[in-house]
């Protein structure tokens, strides 16, 4: 079956960096389109980044420039490198497998930046 383990969120300072890690099991990663989102409390789940089997790349107007998606097909792994955080990034961040009869999600993984 489908599985999306998330991992690498914690508790970091204004201007500091995360790297999350997404790792998928269960299906061919390498032709998927994967992503990133995340949920703030009372807020709606918002699309943070996207990349494609081919490589390319998508990003929220918010993050651009501060956030990197990346795949590694060989670990069936999806990477978000935060960098430059903001106490607005503080959210739920959530990894997605798009599908063409269902999406995946992940179970999650919390980041907080605060001083």
């Known amino acids: 079956q489908v599985q999306l383990v998330e991992s690498g969120g914690g508790l970091v300072q204004p201007g500091g960096s995360l790297r999350l890690s997404c790792a998928a099991s269960?299906?061919?990663?390498?032709?998927?389109?994967m992503g990133w989102y995340r949920q703030a409390p009372g807020e709606q789940r918002e699309l943070v980044a996207s990349?494609?089997?081919?490589?390319?790349?998508n990003y929220a107007e918010s993050v651009k420039g501060r956030f990197t998606i990346s795949r590694d097909n060989a670990k069936s792994t999806v990477y978000l490198q935060m960098n430059s955080l903001k106490p607005e990034d503080t959210a739920v961040y959530y990894c997605k497998r798009w599908g063409s009869t269902r999406d995946y999600w992940g179970q999650g993984t919390q980041v907080t930046v605060s001083s």
């Open positions: 269960g299906f061919i990663f390498s032709i998927y389109v």
């Open positions: 990349v494609t089997s081919g490589g390319s790349t």
